[in-house]
């Protein structure tokens, strides 16, 4: 049986994807930053020892700690959804440096720290947003993310860039957007990019979804798209084999621009 976890995942797309995971025959690990919330997604879905729930706060790197641990012993991980985010209202040097801190931050320590238990031939998803996609960057900042010269170090040294000029009110003149949750997602992006050729020797694969405009408690009641609909491109991604795409951006399975 496949075993698959899945972060942010007591409400909205991260619930649905569980779901689906289940109902195909995974074994899926329902994580959230509140436990006792996490329990309860996971008896609500009624699939049994299929469903299990834990602990994880993507901005925590002793929360993330735990489960790593607490996984060890188990079995390998054929599917890692990362799709805990948040968007915080206002701007200013601490929303941009909480939204990085869950958005893009969170996803790479957790990547980390369950790397060595991944599959051989698992499956790593970034849930994303076309809010993320270079056309809505500036051209100098595009270029910054899109050098082939940019390597991990330089990403971190980029973000940490935005939060300290949106502190000092020069983000603008940087060439930074004034949104922090765009922002994030374009780094994140970056990030998958970056793995892609690591992944792509130990024949394992990472890509980015964008779920589209999706009726969650982020998206609102007035999104287009269910939650159920919005889920279906994450679980193509986190159920794909070994001849599946490596390092993109997909919708509905589709490629899309960076």
């Not at 799709?83 to 939204?99: E, I, K, P």
């Not at 330089?154 to 935005?162: Q, S, T, V």
């Not at 001849?243 to 919708?251: L, S």
Request: glycine share 12%.
């Amino acid at each position: 049986m496949p075993f698959a976890v899945v972060t942010g995942a007591n409400r909205g797309l991260g619930l649905a994807t569980c779901k689906k995971l289940a109902e195909l025959g995974w074994k899926v690990l329902l994580t959230a930053r509140d436990a006792q919330a996490g329990s309860d997604a996971a008896r609500a879905l009624r699939a049994g020892e299929r469903v299990q729930a834990a602990e994880l706060d993507v901005s925590d790197p002793e929360s993330i700690a735990r489960l790593a641990r607490q996984l060890a012993d188990g079995p390998t991980i054929d599917a890692l959804v990362n799709n805990a985010g948040a968007s915080f209202s206002g701007f200013d040097g601490d929303v941009a440096r909480r939204t990085l801190d869950i958005n893009y931050w969170g996803p790479l320590r957790v990547t980390d720290a369950l790397s060595s238990q991944l599959g051989p031939s698992a499956n790593v998803v970034m849930v994303s947003s076309g809010m993320g996609e270079l056309g809505q960057l500036s051209p100098a900042l595009r270029a910054r993310l899109q050098d082939p010269a940019l390597d991990r170090a330089g990403l971190r040294g980029i973000a940490e860039e935005f939060v300290n000029a949106v502190n000092q009110r020069k983000h603008t003149a940087l060439g930074f957007p004034s949104n922090a949750y765009g922002l994030s997602k374009a780094l994140l992006n970056t990030f998958t990019r970056l793995l892609g050729p690591e992944f792509e020797r130990s024949g394992q694969r990472v890509n980015a979804v964008c779920p589209g405009w999706v009726q969650t408690r982020m998206g609102g009641e007035r999104a287009p798209r269910s939650v159920e609909r919005g889920a279906e491109g994450i679980v193509w991604a986190a159920t794909l084999t070994s001849d599946g795409p490596n390092a993109g951006f997909f919708r509905d399975g589709k490629a899309i621009p960076w």
